[in-house]
């Protein structure tokens, strides 16, 4: 499909939903790809990646980041607490604050350093056991905590249940970050990003449909 495509689909999502263009951050998910995919999608200009990794991403991005200007680095998967000190030196954003020990560890690197990267709460918008995130229910009170450590969220993200219908997670997403004053939408994938930004999605994640299928090493 490829980045223009996405492009192309994703302003017109943007005016579908009477936003104005360039209200929505795509952000090309590189993990596990090969890097000459990554390099032809740079080379066509595009600055914000998404990774999983720290260790796949501090392996790779130094040496484009010296090559090709102003790339944002956003971390968009789950964040060990070991591995904290070396994300906040790498990224940019990190969409995976899903815990307090994280919190705990974040708050203090930033008064080690003065500063953090955007954060973005991860809500567990299908209360799945299996995965990540904060539990809707519990949002209020980690964001009071969060709060109380000086982390200042900028807004949510969520990951909806892979055999369900992702809009409602969508619509809870974007009502929960509204009732707390959050402004950020990290919402959206390669299948339903254009209902993201139906509902509000400030930052949309694509991977496979930009770069096409990934091949997981065995």
Same mark, same amino acid.
């Given at each position: 499909?490829?980045?223009?495509?996405?492009?192309?689909?994703?302003?017109?999502?943007?005016?579908?939903a009477g936003r104005d263009e360039g209200s929505v951050t795509l952000?090309?998910?590189?993990?596990?790809?090969?890097?000459?995919?990554?390099?032809?999608?740079?080379?066509?200009?595009?600055?914000?990646?998404?990774?999983?990794?720290?260790?796949?991403?501090?392996?790779?991005?130094?040496?484009?980041?010296?090559?090709?200007?102003?790339? %944002?680095?956003?971390?968009?998967?789950?964040?060990?607490?070991?591995?904290?000190?070396?994300?906040?030196?790498?990224?940019?954003?990190?969409?995976?604050?899903?815990?307090?020990?994280?919190?705990?560890?974040?708050?203090?690197?930033?008064?080690?350093?003065?500063?953090?990267?955007?954060?973005?709460?991860?809500?567990?918008?299908?209360?799945?056991?299996? %995965?990540?995130?904060?539990?809707?229910?519990?949002?209020?009170?980690?964001?009071?905590?969060?709060?109380?450590?000086?982390?200042?969220? =900028?807004?949510?993200?969520? =990951?909806?249940?892979?055999?369900?219908?992702?809009?409602?997670?969508?619509?809870?997403?974007? %009502?929960?970050?509204?009732?707390?004053?959050?402004?950020?939408?990290?919402?959206?994938?390669?299948?339903?990003?254009?209902?993201? =930004?139906?509902?509000?999605?400030?930052?949309?994640?694509?991977?496979?449909? =930009?770069?096409?299928?990934?091949?997981?090493?065995?």
């Amino acid at each position: 499909m490829g980045l223009a495509e996405i492009m192309s689909r994703l302003h017109a999502a943007e005016r579908a939903a009477g936003r104005d263009e360039g209200s929505v951050t795509l952000i090309a998910v590189s993990k596990v790809q090969p890097a000459e995919r990554v390099l032809a999608v740079l080379e066509q200009g595009h600055k914000v990646f998404g990774e999983n990794y720290v260790q796949e991403a501090a392996a790779k991005w130094p040496a484009w980041r010296d090559r090709f200007d102003a790339v %944002k680095l956003h971390m968009i998967g789950p964040l060990q607490t070991n591995k904290a000190k070396l994300a906040v030196e790498l990224f940019d954003a990190i969409h995976t604050l899903d815990r307090p020990s994280l919190a705990q560890k974040l708050a203090g690197l930033q008064q080690a350093r003065g500063a953090l990267p955007q954060l973005f709460v991860q809500v567990n918008t299908g209360e799945e056991p299996q %995965k990540a995130g904060v539990l809707p229910s519990e949002l209020t009170a980690f964001l009071r905590d969060c709060r109380a450590m000086e982390l200042s969220p =900028i807004g949510l993200m969520c =990951i909806p249940p892979e055999d369900q219908d992702s809009t409602p997670h969508f619509a809870m997403l974007a %009502k929960m970050a509204a009732d707390h004053g959050l402004g950020a939408l990290s919402m959206g994938m390669s299948g339903d990003f254009e209902a993201a =930004i139906a509902h509000g999605a400030t930052h949309v994640r694509v991977g496979s449909a =930009i770069f096409g299928a990934r091949a997981y090493p065995v």
